[in-house]
């Protein structure tokens, strides 16, 4: 398309708005301007203005003030600088001709004030915008820009002349849109617009608008489909039974009776009640009635099975109605993630590609509660974590599980999600009563257990007693021991018994698992590991043959051989499976019961002769523990803090049995009710609160999560905002079995761990998106994340450029992100090598094998 000559006033050198390039477009192997500012500004209010509109009305109503889109369209108004504007022009290839160049002007100082972001803010600021709406015009890539001190009619921005044409620019921005600027009501609806704005400019940067000389007005609901976006429908009137094939249980009826619309939930009730699909059907009800537009199903950790996946996408195949549109793509999450696009950050190599982000703006997705916590953290692009959660159906699953620092995010995230109109469903099996007053902040009564406690938005709390059904008793022994174990598991499986040992640590399962495996093997018993330092290709494999062995689908093949699985937390949670047999690393009590409840958790599957429901904890003696915690725990006082653990040995050491679900709420307020200590114990109480040289402690973890609130602050990177108690920072590995650079082809060669090989051409036009995706995907199945101290050392970005893994993965903006992608190379042993020869660690081997996982050997 042949654009019009630019005109300049020679007199002050400044670009009329009209004239103003917003973005470049690629074309063949040169680069030419796309859209102008004006264009690109009401391609994305119009984007917004469509999203809101795919709203439930009653969301839609309380979340979004109107004229909400105008915030969105305003985002780029600091494009129209010197700056930018010389940024654009030296970046086409060849320079437009008509194009003048701006004298003494240097794009790169753009910097220094987060860009043009930052001139959106200071701009939006002097022309009077209401509260909230320049900081979200300046955060609108992720974080808040350096501006301070700075005015939008200072000479680095033009001056007054410049300032003028962004005032032009918005006035015609107003009168295409029917607009004016919104009064926004609260910090909490601020983030919102704030997440809004960001996902608009993602879409409206996407390719169905690229091309400047194509007209964009026809393509505003395409764009939003193919970001996924999609507004769902559903089956009528469907009963409990009809969704999961069998009857509510009472205390899945009365959750269900009680999540009659938005507010907080909580549901305290025994391992293998059936709580995640009581959650489920009470989702269903308010998608059905239009009070929530999606479900967010927050696990854990990431060390939780996959296998939620399974039951999730059961659910969503009962209740999505045959007509819905695209629902072969709400069903599956990796066809959500290849079929969609999300524009300019969410494609390949965007920070939003990930499916860990990016299933916050699906309608239906299972993540981590990291993500979520993240939500209401002052961390990059926090604010599109709150735009995608508003209005759904949250379910936090396991909470009892989060410590001082994740417990106090947690508590601000209920609180936001409250005020974001979403319906919060808590789910635990073991939660005591100060977390729960803590969780709603609300003085509550009851001790029952199980326990529904009720909180709709503007009413009152309720707490409603559940009655109870019998569970089991668990023999319980407590052993020093550990080779006198590992003969009982052997002894146990060779009389056909399905064990389960579980760790703390992966180190240590890994270990225990080669102890045991070459035993069991000359046994003629199978022997499993499962951890989370598996590539999700090998783990996939690995908990479709375990879970479904230990699961229901199993019970047919209980009897043809004893079986022995190892692992860590990831057998603990949120997993179906029904183990004869337990040896327990110990742990915290709400940890232990947890894994107790994987013991006969059916009364129908079939048991050999001579079992008993019985679990062999491996446990130091208490006084040994109180005395030196560190020494007597070893490892898992590095996971579990020294002072919860003594705490729960005290409350486990005479104990001989143990009946589920009675003891459960007797044996959480033992361990956690707060007393005055003496001698070594007011020690670990003290480190517990204040910490140590290599651990912060409760209080000081407290105040940093305060810290960390989304109102105020210095952004964070995402790889800085740790939400777990460690404070370990993890990054992906991606492994290879080859890494090769073809001059002759100008690509790159990855050889995968199964022998696949990948192709990633030098330049991005050179695949479609789609094929982009797929790539990308597949490679996304060879990362493993581990912390940081165990991961290879990073190689430079410009070397991971070479490859053209830049077109596949985030890796990072050098300005504000760190390196968040290492790679190495797996030998035929299984021992791990730097590319190009590079030093893989300095202190350690490392190694990758598909039976133990990733590896760190201590030189």
């Known amino acids: ?149 700075l005015r939008a009619s200072d000479a680095i921005f033009g001056g007054p002349l410049w300032q003028r044409e962004r005032e032009h620019l918005l006035q015609s921005l107003m009168k295409a849109l029917s607009a004016d600027w919104p009064e926004i009501a609260s910090l909490p609806q601020a983030r919102v617009l704030a997440g809004l704005t960001s996902v608009s400019d993602w879409i409206g940067s996407g390719e169905f608008f690229e091309d400047p000389s194509l007209p964009w007005q026809g393509s505003i609901d395409k764009a939003i489909d193919s970001a996924g976006i999609i507004p769902p429908t559903f089956r009528s009137d469907l009963s409990f039974e009809a969704v999961f094939d069998f009857q509510p249980r009472m205390a899945q009826q009365q959750l269900i009776e009680q999540v009659g619309g938005p507010g907080v939930y909580i549901l305290e009730a025994p391992m293998g009640l059936g709580k995640t699909e009581a959650a489920l059907y009470a989702a269903y009800r308010l998608l059905e009635t239009g009070q929530a537009n999606g479900i967010y199903f927050a696990l854990p950790t990431q060390l939780t099975s996959n296998k939620i996946y399974d039951r999730f996408n059961d659910f969503l195949e009962q209740v999505l109605a045959p007509d819905c549109r695209h629902r072969s793509l709400l069903l599956h999450a990796n066809a959500w993630l290849l079929d969609t696009d999300m524009g300019e950050d969410g494609r390949p190599g965007g920070a939003w590609f990930s499916q860990a982000k990016r299933g916050l703006l699906a309608p239906f997705a299972v993540g981590t509660v990291d993500q979520a916590l993240m939500a209401a953290m002052n961390v990059k692009h926090g604010f599109v974590r709150a735009f995608g959660l508003a209005g759904k159906v949250v379910i936090l699953d396991e909470v009892h599980t989060y410590d001082s620092y994740t417990g106090t995010l947690l508590d601000a995230l209920v609180a936001l999600l409250s005020d974001l109109q979403c319906t919060v469903i808590i789910l635990s099996a073991t939660l005591n009563q100060s977390r729960r007053q803590q969780i709603l902040g609300r003085t509550l009564s009851a001790n029952a257990y199980p326990l529904i406690t009720a909180c709709p938005d503007g009413q009152g709390v309720s707490e409603l007693a559940v009655e109870s059904e019998a569970g089991n008793e668990v023999a319980i022994l407590l052993r020093e021991d550990e080779q006198l174990a590992v003969e009982e598991v052997l002894q146990r499986a060779d009389r056909g018994q399905q064990v389960l040992w579980i760790e703390n640590t992966v180190p240590q399962a890994q270990q225990r698992y080669l102890d045991i495996a070459a035993r069991a093997h000359e046994f003629g018993i199978s022997c499993g590991l499962l951890h989370s330092r598996f ?146 114990m007011a020690r670990w109480l003290k480190e517990l609160n204040d910490g140590t040289p290599q651990r912060k402690g409760r209080i000081a973890l407290s105040q940093l999560a305060r810290v960390t609130l989304a109102d105020g602050g210095q952004t964070l990177p995402e790889i800085k905002a740790q939400t777990r108690y460690s404070e370990t920072e993890s990054v992906d590995v991606l492994l290879l079995l080859g890494l090769e650079w073809s001059v002759k082809e100008q690509m790159s060669k990855l050889t995968l761990l199964d022998g696949q090989v990948l192709h990633l051409p030098k330049l991005r036009a050179q695949l479609s998106r789609r094929q982009w995706r797929k790539l990308s995907g597949q490679l996304m199945r060879q990362v493993v994340a581990v912390p940081i101290h165990n991961a290879p050392l990073p190689l430079p970005q410009t070397t991971l450029e070479k490859f053209n893994l830049q077109h596949c993965f985030y890796l990072g903006n050098p300005s504000f992100d760190e390196a968040l992608l290492r790679v190495a190379l797996v030998e035929e042993s299984g021992r791990l090598e730097g590319v190009q020869g590079a030093t893989l660690h300095q202190k350690h081997s490392l190694e990758y094998r598909d039976d133990l996982g990733y590896r760190v050997i201590k030189n």
């Not at 780029?76 to 600088?81: A, E, F, L, R």
């Not at 970046?91 to 002007?105: H, K, N, S």
């Not at 692992?567 to 499976?577: A, K, M, N, R, W």
């Open 535 to 680: 590539t999700p290709q090998d783990r996939q494999i690995k908990e479709v043959q375990w879970v479904e062995c230990y699961g229901k689908q199993g019970r047919a093949g209980r009897g043809e051989t004893g079986r022995i699985l190892i692992g860590t937390q990831v057998l603990e949670q949120s997993l179906d499976i029904d183990a004869d047999f337990l040896v327990s690393r110990f742990a915290p009590t709400d940890m232990l019961l947890q894994r107790l409840g994987r013991l006969w958790r059916h009364a129908e599957n079939p048991r050999p002769a001579g079992s008993r429901c019985e679990a062999w904890l491996l446990a130091p003696k208490l006084d040994n523990a109180i005395k030196g915690p560190q020494q007597a725990f070893g490892h898992s006082s590095f996971v579990y803090n020294s002072y919860v653990l003594c705490r729960s040995l005290e409350v486990w050491e005479t104990r001989k049995r143990v009946c589920l679900p009675e003891h459960i709420r007797e044996l959480i307020e033992q361990t956690y009710y707060e007393r005055p200590e003496a001698d070594a």
């Open 1 to 149: 398309m042949l654009r019009p000559r630019v005109t300049i006033n020679e007199a002050s050198a400044v670009i009329p708005f009209g004239q103003c390039p917003a973005k470049t477009f690629t074309v063949g192997r040169g680069v030419v301007l796309g859209r102008s500012v004006l264009e690109h500004c009401q391609i994305v209010g119009e984007v917004a203005k469509a999203l809101i509109a795919r709203q439930p009305d009653s969301l839609r109503e309380r979340l979004y003030p109107s004229n909400a889109h105008l915030v969105a369209a305003a985002h780029d108004i600091g494009k129209v600088s010197p700056t930018f504007y010389e940024k654009l022009r030296q970046a086409c290839c060849p320079v437009p001709e008509g194009m003048p160049a701006l004298e003494q002007i240097n794009p790169q100082l753009e910097t220094s004030w987060g860009g043009h972001a930052g001139v959106s803010q200071l701009t939006a600021k002097a022309l009077g915008a209401p509260a909230f709406i320049p900081e979200i015009l300046g955060q609108h890539h992720g974080f808040a820009p350096p501006v301070a001190g």
